[in-house]
């Protein structure tokens, strides 16, 4: 049980599904009660199948709105890059961070010389993912 962390919300987001649950099927009954009545009371029923209706359509609103929420909360991973540089010919060259990479630290042979010289690592950043596009005209 130590290893199964819950996020903060989770706990209201099922009590949040529960209710929409219970909401849906109480209104799914009201509007089957309301046909089954139909003949008898016209009055009666008309108004269960008002409730049922409105009871479905606010279900489904809800679900949408939390369908378009959790898209936009949606975390983007940013990348993380190297930069090196080789002390002998200057070249620089950008490389996906690898655990271990501090500035100032040593890196891999400089491919570009051909020397047994290590690239110093330079600078260490996430680079900003792409911005993401409307979809508003």
Known sequence: MMGMAKQPGSIFMSLYFM????????SAGMFIIGLRELA????????YMLVGISGIAI???SLRQIQ???RSLRVQVA?????LECANCRNKVTRNFKEGDYVYGTAEKCTN??????MT???IFAEKPPPK???WP
Do not use: W
């Open 121 to 123: 690592i330079l600078s």
């Open 79 to 83: 990348k993380v890059v190297s930069v």
């Open 19 to 26: 209710v929409l649950g219970i909401l849906l099927v109480v």
């Open 113 to 118: 010389c051909n020397t047994d010289t290590s």
């Open 133 to 135: 596009r409307s979809s």
């Open 59 to 61: 279900t489904l609103y």
């Open 40 to 47: 008898t009371e016209p009055t009666q029923s008309s108004i």
């Open 68 to 70: 378009s929420k959790s």
